[in-house]
């Protein structure tokens, strides 16, 4: 096919998907007919968990139609902030347990699971964790994090993430672990992600541990993501589950990242672990890292064809998911709607800021109906 036509039938390909995508008049979820035909949960609920991110801050947070929302479309909620240990943990003998509760409460009486997140993390950490401690002592803080925590919530939790991201972004002068340089590696030393697991599995002999982290299905983090689970394994670590957290956007969601996420997950089963992905969202406009940042402001309303062209990554990415369902236990969403996101105005997830539909949503269910 000649270069010009090969354009013409790109662009009227695009064109196409944006026209059904505006034609796809999706009507409102709510407690109706329409929430059973359209429910994510649902249609997945032989393969995988569907999941969102969501903290009561306040016992008013949500709106009706918000609540709706979730309960007919999750069965699976993380806190996105409540239970990490800066909020939950802010000095050695203060907890905070009014928002971590009050999320618990809410699954367990509407009979969604609870995912904890997360034990031992760099960031939003209390500088008295580690304030004249040395490894004894450090140790002996975050034994009682982790014994606290999860005992508090032991037989309600689904699972834990027990180490949030560990592992550098910036890739070491040798290839290796490369793990982050936070202060629990300075003063424990690489060996503290093995003990936090085992001071979970101390806490709850059943629940599912996972190491949770974000771009470890490409490149050099993938590599160093495979040693450092190696090493967990076999230093009898209890983990039982990986983490992709899926921080991605439409622009780098292209082939070879689809083969690579494949690959990843592939190269997880293989050490015999579950994968969940464990923080999803497709930004339509800007990076897709786990970095902090993104747009907070004022949110230009995505145009037809970004909307057409973040439907087409979504199916594709649950194909992929329900291919290998056997390995892959979780789809969190990270955010509830596109105005309740870590990167609002970029509008990464399935719904919108008025909670309705966007095109995405019906081209995972197609997908996924597809696929099964
Ligand atoms: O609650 C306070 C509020 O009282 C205060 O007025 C306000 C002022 O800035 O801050 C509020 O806290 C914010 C909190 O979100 C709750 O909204 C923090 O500043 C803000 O830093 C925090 O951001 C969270 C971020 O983690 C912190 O690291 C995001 O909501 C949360 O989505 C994000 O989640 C992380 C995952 O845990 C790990 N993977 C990456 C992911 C995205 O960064």
């Known amino acids: 096919m000649a270069k010009r036509q090969q354009r013409d039938f790109r662009i009227s390909r695009r064109k196409f998907l944006a026209a059904s995508a505006a034609a796809l008049c999706v009507p409102s979820i709510g407690a109706g007919a329409a929430a059973q035909t359209l429910s994510l949960s649902e249609a997945c609920k032989d393969m995988f968990l569907i999941g969102t991110a969501l903290d ?5 947070e949500f709106t009706p139609a918000e609540l709706d929302l979730i309960k007919s479309q999750f069965n699976v909620i993380t806190p996105e902030n409540s239970m990490k240990p800066g909020p939950v943990h802010p000095q050695e003998n203060t907890w905070n347990w009014t928002q971590p509760e009050a999320l618990v409460t809410f699954c367990q009486d509407n009979h969604i699971k ?18 004249g401690a040395d490894r004894d002592a450090a140790l002996a803080r975050l034994k009682d994090h982790i014994h606290t925590l999860v005992g508090h919530f032991k037989g309600k939790m689904s699972g834990w993430d027990v180490v949030n991201e560990a592992i550098s972004d910036t890739a070491g002068a040798t290839n290796g672990e490369n793990l982050r340089s936070s202060q629990w590696f300075q003063i424990v030393g690489p060996d503290f992600l093995t003990q936090a697991f085992k001071f979970a599995r101390e806490a709850d002999p059943s629940v599912p541990l996972h190491y949770n982290d974000y771009n470890i299905e490409s490149g050099a983090k993938h590599q160093s993501s495979l040693l450092l689970l190696k090493r967990l394994i076999s ?21 070879q990242k689809f083969e690579q996420i494949e690959q990843a997950i592939e190269n997880y089963k293989a050490l015999q672990l579950k994968v969940a992905i464990t923080e999803l969202d497709v930004t339509i406009t800007g990076a897709g890292g786990g970095q902090l940042g993104g747009q907070q402001a004022n949110v230009v309303p995505p145009s037809a064809e970004a909307l057409a062209a973040q439907a087409e990554v979504y199916a594709k990415l649950f194909s992929l998911f329900v291919k290998h369902r056997d390995a892959i236990d979780r789809v969190t969403f990270w955010g509830l709607n596109d105005r309740r996101s870590w990167r609002r105005g970029q509008n990464p997830l399935v ?14 269910l197609d997908a996924v109906n597809k696929a099964k």
């Open 56 to 60: 009561f801050r306040t016992p008013n």
């Open 235 to 255: 230093d009898g670590a209890p983990i039982t589950t990986v983490g992709i957290q899926g921080h991605w956007s439409v622009t780098n969601l292209n082939a």
């Open 351 to 364: 719904f919108d800021g008025e909670n309705k539909p966007k095109p995405a949503l019906q081209a995972i």
């Open 114 to 131: 609870t995912v904890g997140h997360c034990l031992v993390w760099h960031s939003q950490t209390n500088p008295w964790f580690f304030q």
